[in-house]
């Protein structure tokens, strides 16, 4: 056991436990996740968990942070050379947080789906998902002041694209969506539909 511990050192098992919290998210929703159990499954005890977390719930909050640190880093980096007069970094945006969602599904109920945090009991968290809303409303701003989209509450037409998106990740998530194999083209639909309907209509 003194062996395995070792091998985790620095921050080496601060990664690895959340890395395996979200494995066992997936195969067993939150309710699986105990620190003994997580201890076992990467040879460790259950005091060296609690030398990074002091609980379930602070490891949760984690592996949900690393959730949205990801995504924004992944949208920052998303359509950054779409012409700012064309409007498709807003479609991007939508794209990859969909993508994002499908490929870590575990990692993204907790976020904003069934088994998600309450975040009102959890400011650091709340931050960091806020931050993340603001760079849809960002991105919404900058196409307003081009003439791209119509001149309404940036906030309120974020919420739109954002209901849109993470009403399909969800639906797709949750094995809701039948009649269709061809996931990528809805996506790209979705995305493109509320584009269209937030442009400004030439006269």
């Not at 919404?140 to 003439?147: E, L, M, P």
């Not at 509450?153 to 974020?158: E, F, G, R, S």
């Given at each position: 056991m003194a062996n395995q511990i070792s091998a985790y050192h620095h921050g080496d098992l601060r990664a690895a436990l959340l890395a395996e919290a979200t494995a066992m998210i997936t195969e067993g929703g939150v309710a699986s996740v105990t620190m003994r159990a997580l201890g076992q499954r990467l040879g460790v005890s259950r005091a060296a968990a609690y030398r990074h977390f002091a609980g379930k719930t602070a490891l949760l909050v984690a592996v949900a942070a690393n959730g949205f640190d990801r995504l924004s880093d992944?949208?920052?980096?998303?359509?950054?050379?779409?012409?700012?007069?064309?409007?498709?970094?807003?479609?991007?945006l939508g794209e990859e947080y969909v993508l994002f969602a499908l490929e870590n599904p575990a990692q993204y109920r907790l976020m904003y789906g069934k088994e998600a945090l309450a975040r009102n009991d959890l400011p650091e968290l709340g931050k960091t998902a806020k931050a993340l809303f603001d760079q849809f409303a960002d991105v919404?701003?900058?196409?307003?002041?081009?003439?791209?989209?119509k001149r309404q509450?940036?906030?309120?037409?974020?919420y739109v694209a954002w209901s849109a998106v993470h009403g399909l990740a969800s639906l797709v998530i949750e094995g809701q969506i039948q009649g269709t194999d061809d996931i990528d083209g809805l996506i790209r639909l979705t995305t493109k539909t509320v584009l269209d309907g937030m442009r400004v209509r030439s006269r």
């Open positions: 992944r949208l920052q980096a998303t359509g950054a050379d779409c012409k700012q007069s064309s409007g498709e970094r807003l479609r991007h919404i701003r900058s196409h307003q002041q081009s003439g791209i989209l509450d940036p906030h309120a037409l974020a």
